[in-house]
């Protein structure tokens, strides 16, 4: 099994910065398939970034430009920097890892970015 603990949620304003982080543990010694979704107020949740087993990385059109995606290996940690936010941007983020077969998940991290 895969474990993810997330950090870094809270309350900023308009035009702020939030940086999530998101460390997997488990059976695994690494874990290549790893991202963020989010899922806003009455929405379903959706990729806001990820890294593919190459280490590619995909945003979702919406935070292009403003959220950056990164790794540190070592750590099986992921990081989601998030600048510019806007109030739409608000939402609960959750850490996602695909190991052998199985889709894991966070339990999420709220952030609210105020108008």
């Known amino acids: 099994q895969v474990q993810l603990v997330e950090s870094g949620g809270g309350l900023v304003q308009a035009g702020g910065s939030l940086r999530l982080s998101c460390a997997a543990s488990?059976?695994?010694?690494?874990?290549?398939?790893m991202g963020w979704y989010r899922r806003a107020p009455g929405k379903q949740r959706d990729l806001v970034a990820a890294f593919s087993s190459g280490g590619s990385t995909n945003y979702a059109d919406s935070v292009k430009g403003r959220f950056t995606i990164s790794r540190d290996n070592a750590k099986n940690t992921v990081y989601l920097q998030m600048d510019s936010l806007k109030p739409e941007d608000t939402a609960v983020y959750y850490c996602?890892?695909?190991?052998?077969?199985?889709?894991?998940w966070g339990r999420g991290t709220l952030v609210t970015v105020s108008s």
């Open positions: 488990g059976s695994i010694s690494s874990i290549n398939l």
């Open positions: 996602n890892a695909y190991h052998r077969g199985i889709d894991y």
